[in-house]
């Protein structure tokens, strides 16, 4: 019914920059939140970034700085920019949505991931 489709993941050197998009297509009324979650090697998934409907945002500690969380509401696309990338950030992305249909209700939905890989 939902799906989300996400691009530019990749391999970059540390100090790089990289960004990331997802958009969301199928039965939306609206949107109230998306965010970026990553699982890295031998980790627990983690929440990176999210914006809710009215705009606010969250970052976790370690990504405050470097990465930006934004969106654009028409097409319903969020996007992460990621500068002054480091080998720890080396994970899957993975976007998700907070998604309202036409009855009321509200789901989660998740993307395929894309992975991110920082190396020198």
């Known amino acids: 019914q939902v799906q989300l489709v996400e691009s530019g993941g990749g391999l970059v050197q540390p100090g790089g920059s990289l960004r990331l998009s997802c958009a969301a297509s199928?039965?939306?009324?609206?949107?109230?939140?998306m965010g970026w979650y990553r699982q890295g090697p031998g980790k627990e998934r983690e929440l990176v970034a999210v914006?809710?409907?009215?705009?606010?945002?969250n970052y976790a500690d370690s990504v405050k700085g470097r990465f930006t969380i934004s969106r654009v509401n028409a097409k319903n696309t969020v996007y992460l920019q990621m500068n002054s990338l480091k080998p720890e950030d080396t994970a899957v992305y993975y976007c998700?949505?907070?998604?309202?249909?036409?009855?009321?209700?509200?789901?989660?939905?998740w993307g395929q991931g894309t992975q991110v890989t920082v190396s020198s």
């Open positions: 998700n949505a907070d998604v309202v249909n036409y009855s009321g209700s509200w789901y989660d939905y």
């Open positions: 199928g039965s939306i009324l609206s949107i109230r939140a």
């Open positions: 914006i809710r409907s009215g705009g606010s945002t």
